[in-house]
T-cell receptor, first 116, second 113 residues
Framework: DVKVTQSSRYLVKRTGEKVFLECVQD?????MFWYRQDPGLGLRLIYF???????EKGDIPEGYSVSREKKERFSLILESASTNQTSMYLC???????????????FGPGTRLLVL | TQLLEQSPQFLSIQEGENLTVYCNSS?????LQWYRQEPGEGPVLLVT?????EVKKLKRLTFQFGDARKDSSLHITAAQPGDTGLYLC?????????????FGTGTRLKVLA
């Protein structure tokens, strides 16, 4: 079974703090993704990576950066956390392209971040 | 602008009732997937549909892709408390020469025993 793990289930941070969210997958997947999930908005893509040291902006990259130094690990960084970044953050990985020949993204359990 | 709108946003029903959840767009999708997300977990894929008019069944769940591939529905027969969760559609479509994959707004279902 594919396993995607996220470093924390819950985080509480202060405005202005630097925040690191870590994600690790154990299936040698090429592609990794970071989403934020907010009620009524579904999942919105922040950044994705299709190879080590490669990254692409998603739909809402502002205020975030990412790092992928190893294939299995994809980190999301909030350089200076703000209250509007309070959200659920979901990491996902996939071998191929989601939606092509039934390929899916495999998700971690999420990190609920509260910025005070 | 949200390209995949789901309705209803919330649904609370009694065990044994039937329900339908909708996923609509003005864009044409090359494929559409449905996920279920349970509390404290990430979304898990239920089904993929790729052909206009396609119908797939997964036990008491019936998924349909619209003929024009712009919409989809999920019908649950005789809902059970174990069906409780957030249902998300997600689709792959072509925009400005590049394929994108996006998620819908979600339908939160609660089935009461």
């Amino acid at each position: 079974d594919v396993k995607v793990t996220q470093s924390s289930r819950y985080l509480v941070k202060r405005t202005g703090e630097k925040v690191f969210l870590e994600c690790v997958q154990d299936m040698d997947h090429e592609n990794m993704f970071w989403y934020r999930q907010d009620p009524g908005l579904g999942l919105r893509l922040i950044y994705f990576s299709y190879d080590v040291k490669m990254k692409e902006k998603g739909d809402i990259p502002e205020g975030y950066s990412v790092s992928r130094e190893k294939k299995e690990r994809f980190s999301l960084i909030l350089e200076s956390a703000s209250t509007n970044q309070t959200s659920m953050y979901l990491c996902a990985s996939s071998l191929g392209l989601a939606g092509v020949r039934g390929e899916t993204q495999y998700f971690g359990p999420g990190t609920r971040l509260l910025v005070l | 602008t949200q390209l995949l709108e789901q309705s209803p946003q919330f649904l609370s029903i009694q065990e044994g009732e039937n329900l339908t959840v909708y996923c609509n767009s003005s864009s044409v999708f090359s494929s559409l997937q449905w996920y279920r997300q349970e509390p404290g977990e990430g979304p898990v894929l239920l089904v993929t549909v790729v052909t206009g008019g396609e119908v797939k069944k997964l036990k008491r769940l019936t998924f349909q892709f619209g003929d024009a591939r712009k919409d989809s529905s999920l019908h649950i027969t005789a809902a059970q408390p174990g069906d409780t969760g957030l249902y998300l559609c997600a689709g792959r479509f072509l925009r400005a020469g590049t394929y994108k994959y996006i998620f819908g707004t979600g339908t939160r279902l609660k089935v009461l025993a």
